[in-house]
């Protein structure tokens, strides 16, 4: 993918991209051997049950998508953004505010509800890269797996047990997902030496952040008050959606 070679941080979405594209061979050649052996990924394109689910990623990521999107794109993320905090902000507990995402804040603002196509494939996150389902995408489905009753329950929780591209706990593919780790830490190696700070949190909310020069100052002089503070400012701070952490 593309990148201005003037842009200041350079370094780190060179990084990333080379991780994206590390971990794409690597998941080709599970998903190969793994079909190979009669194993099913139920994945495929046009396929977008799953993208109204929140997402963690780093500034690292989530500056390599801001890189990619035209203007029209990055207001709808900001937009996206908004509902996000306003969520945060009034959810009770994580299980709300994860319902609510997926059936309230809803679909991410990138994706072609009609085609299924991501208007960032090339630069989405570690986390879109690294969820595939071991089941039918009938079980992405925002309310399938609420709505069981207790036999299918039983029944699904059975089928994931035995299933051996899962960790026992859900449907989605365990191995990718392990191997979407290696994406978090080259993020958090190449942040911590460019900026001598690390940022996680909400992809709409952080590819918002990074469009701001102020909060990119802070973020590169390694000032986490300044930093949250410009966040603050900008109305897209909530301690449980951004975390900015300085390096041990």
């Known amino acids: ?15 990333m991209s080379r991780a994206y594209s590390s971990f ?14 009669g194993g099913e990924i139920h994945c495929q394109s046009g396929c977008f049950h799953c993208c109204n689910f929140p997402i963690r990623v780093s500034l690292a990521e989530a500056l390599l998508t801001a890189s990619q999107l035209n203007l029209e794109q990055l207001e709808s993320v900001k937009f996206h953004a908004q509902k996000v905090l306003e ?7 994580w299980d709300e505010y994860f319902s609510r995402h997926r059936q309230e804040v809803g679909f991410c603002p990138l994706l072609d ?8 494939y090339e630069a989405r996150p ?8 071991a089941f039918s995408a009938e079980y992405c ?7 069981l009753n207790r036999k299918d329950r039983v ?6 047990k035995v299933n051996p591209a899962t960790d026992g706990l ?39 952040l990074c469009q701001d020069e102020a909060f990119m100052a802070a973020i590169r002089a390694g000032q986490v008050k300044s930093a949250s503070r410009r966040a603050t400012n900008l109305g897209l701070w909530h301690v449980e959606i951004v975390q900015i952490e300085a390096s041990r």
């Open 87 to 93: 969520n945060a902000r009034t959810a009770s507990s």
């Open 24 to 37: 794409n061979r690597n998941a080709s050649v599970w998903i190969e051997g793994f079909t190979r052996q």
């Open 1 to 15: 993918m593309p990148v201005s070679p003037t842009h200041p941080d350079q370094e780190i979405l060179t990084a």
């Open 113 to 120: 509800r009609t085609t299924g196509a991501c208007g960032a």
């Open 170 to 208: 859900s449907h989605y593919v365990a191995p990718l997902e392990d191997l979407g780790v290696s994406i978090w830490e080259v993020a958090s190696r190449q942040m911590r030496q460019s900026w001598d700070l690390e940022v996680w949190g909400d992809f709409w909310v952080l590819t918002t």
């Open 155 to 160: 029944s699904y929780q059975r089928a994931v």
């Open 126 to 133: 570690g986390r879109c890269r690294d969820t595939f389902s």
């Open 141 to 147: 489905k925002v309310g399938t797996l609420e709505h």
